[in-house]
């Protein structure tokens, strides 16, 4: 028996981005994006609205960066999420995060967070809050990266949200193989 709950923006993984901009001094800001995902091979779709300062930086510089939230950074990418850079212009430095500037768009990577994408703006819509982004890069510190130079989901240790409960989740162990384990059902 199933239970019905009706119309939900409830997913499972449902990531915890990170959106990382320049202000108009060139201040780093950030703020927790927790509907979003990737669209073509080079696209990423989030929900934002348009009040956020952060979407008023990517706006004018019409770049960001968008990191995965972490096991080890939980407190800080919680922070930036309930508290707004309209209020507190140091939320970012608040939160511990550093800077860094990226080689391709005009945004930060946050230092603390080991995984981006570095993201031009392709269009954003106020009215349903609906942001496009171009993965111009993806980039990762090589703390994360496995034997033969590839990101490590387990040295990652990114974060989920759980929109039911409000709560943050850890991405867990490996289960399968993807592309492969289906085909023992082949006839």
């Excluded at 108009?24 to 995902?37: C, F, I, L, S, Y």
């Excluded at 009215?127 to 590839?150: F, P, Q, R, W």
Aim: proline share 6%.
């Amino acid at each position: 028996m199933r239970k019905n709950f009706g119309a939900k923006p409830w997913t499972y993984p449902q990531p915890v981005f990170i959106v990382a901009t320049y202000d108009e001094d060139g201040r780093p800001d950030a703020m927790n994006a927790a509907w979003g995902g990737i669209d073509y091979d080079d696209q990423v779709n989030l929900c934002l609205s348009a009040g956020h300062k952060t979407v008023k930086n990517l706006l004018a510089t019409q770049a960001f960066t968008l990191s995965m939230g972490t096991v080890e950074q939980l407190t800080a990418c919680d922070y930036v999420g309930i508290v707004s850079a309209n209020k507190e212009p140091d939320k970012f430095a608040r939160a511990g995060f550093h800077a860094v500037k990226s080689e391709f768009v005009n945004a930060p990577l946050i230092a603390e967070l080991p995984m981006a994408l570095e993201c031009q703006l392709i269009s954003y819509d106020p009215n349903t809050c609906h942001l496009v982004g171009k993965i111009v890069n993806v980039s990762a510190d090589e703390c994360i990266l496995d034997e033969k130079g590839k990101i490590d989901p387990g040295k990652l240790h990114a974060i989920t949200f759980d929109p039911v409960h409000n709560a943050y989740l850890a991405l867990g162990e490996k289960v399968g193989n993807a592309f492969k384990d289906g085909l023992a059902l082949k006839p």
